[in-house]
């Protein structure tokens, strides 16, 4: 599957699963774009950090790390029923940070509310599918 006319085939799928139906859809989509041979998946989980600064930068709570390992373990799970082997990657920060891997933002761009998903369709380096 390409992107595209007269693009290069898909290679890196990367998935973002924060729990509701709406990841559940954009997750569904990843067995049909990976079909093509060399195609990677790595389902990934954000947990954002109720502290910013060092010592304090893990999760709120001891048994959110556990939850997000879980959902992530689901996740690559239902992908194997579908014939796709997914990576689960699980980070903690700002989640549009850590998927489209830091970026310099000025402090009233990191303090203004937005979509996730709105950012990255904005600041990622590739194309970035939004399922609704």
């Known amino acids: 599957m390409t992107h595209g006319?007269?693009?290069?085939?898909?290679?890196?799928?990367?998935?973002?699963h924060d729990g509701p139906p709406e990841a559940g859809r954009a997750l569904a989509r990843a067995p049909e774009m990976a079909r093509t041979p060399g195609t990677s998946v790595a389902v990934i989980r954000v947990a954002e950090s109720i502290y910013k600064t060092p010592p304090f930068s893990g999760y709120a709570h001891p048994h959110e790390g556990g939850e997000h390992q879980h959902l992530l373990a689901e996740a690559c799970r239902a992908r194997a029923d579908r014939g796709v082997t997914a990576t689960p990657v699980e980070r903690i920060g700002a989640a549009?940070?850590?998927?489209?891997?830091?970026?310099d933002r000025g402090l009233l761009q990191r303090l203004l509310p937005g979509s996730v998903s709105g950012e990255l369709v904005v600041e990622g380096p590739c194309d970035v599918l939004v399922v609704r």
């Open 96 to 103: 549009a940070d850590v998927i489209v891997v830091s970026r």
């Open 5 to 16: 006319a007269g693009r290069e085939p898909i290679r890196n799928i990367l998935p973002c």
